[in-house]
């Protein structure tokens, strides 16, 4: 399979990741080619995943789909590089259904345009005017600070480090006591049984 990829698509970006994973990289204009040479070929018939990894100091995304066999005993990620101004990369809607709902997501999370994909509406976020949150240049905690009051004069407003550090110290006093106990329920028994000799 991977001499008939090598030689089909001219790469030798093939990586054999565990007997039952490889990983190849190809360029954005022959991954859905590639992708149906898998489909068609070698029964990589289910689309498990799309993922997407923001390397920005490269200026690009790395856009990676996850394909397994119809025996479930072989996985392949394509992997391809989009650039991260504009966005987009055709959609896989046409191949697979369940593509919608991960394009969806990664184009709320990313904000990658899916042309082919005609239902990239909201999906876990409301109105949102906001640079995607999931793309490394949002700042999640001037986000918080700057759009998140609704928490502010709550009796349950609480500093998360200093509520960790108290919720330890509980469960470390709890721990300490219930040896304590069995410690003294162990003493007595065996007071008793010399007690009983």
């Not at 109105?127 to 928490?151: A, G, I, M, Q, S």
């Amino acid at each position: 399979m991977f001499s008939d990829i090598k030689s089909h698509f001219a790469t030798d970006e093939i990586e054999i990741k565990r007997a039952d994973l490889a990983k190849i990289n190809v360029s954005r204009f022959k991954i859905f080619e590639l992708i149906d040479f898998l489909v068609d070929r070698y029964d990589y018939v289910t689309l498990n995943a799309i993922a997407c990894a923001d390397w920005i100091e490269e200026e690009h995304f790395a856009m990676s789909y996850m394909l397994t066999t119809g025996d479930r005993k072989h996985t392949f990620m394509v992997q391809t590089m989009i650039l991260r101004e504009n966005a987009h990369i055709d959609s896989l809607t046409n191949r697979f259904k369940q593509a919608e709902i991960m394009e969806r997501d990664l184009h709320e999370m990313y904000g990658i345009d899916f042309p082919g994909n005609n239902n990239l509406v909201e999906l876990s976020l409301e109105n949102w005017v906001h640079t995607p949150p999931l793309r490394r240049e949002f700042d999640t905690l001037e986000f918080v600070n700057n759009h998140l009051t609704f928490r502010e004069g709550r009796d349950d407003n609480v500093d998360v480090k200093v509520e960790m550090k108290r919720l330890r110290a509980l469960k470390k006093a709890a721990k300490a006591e219930k040896e304590a106990k069995a410690k003294e329920a162990e003493a007595k028994a065996a007071k008793e049984a010399e007690d009983g000799k």
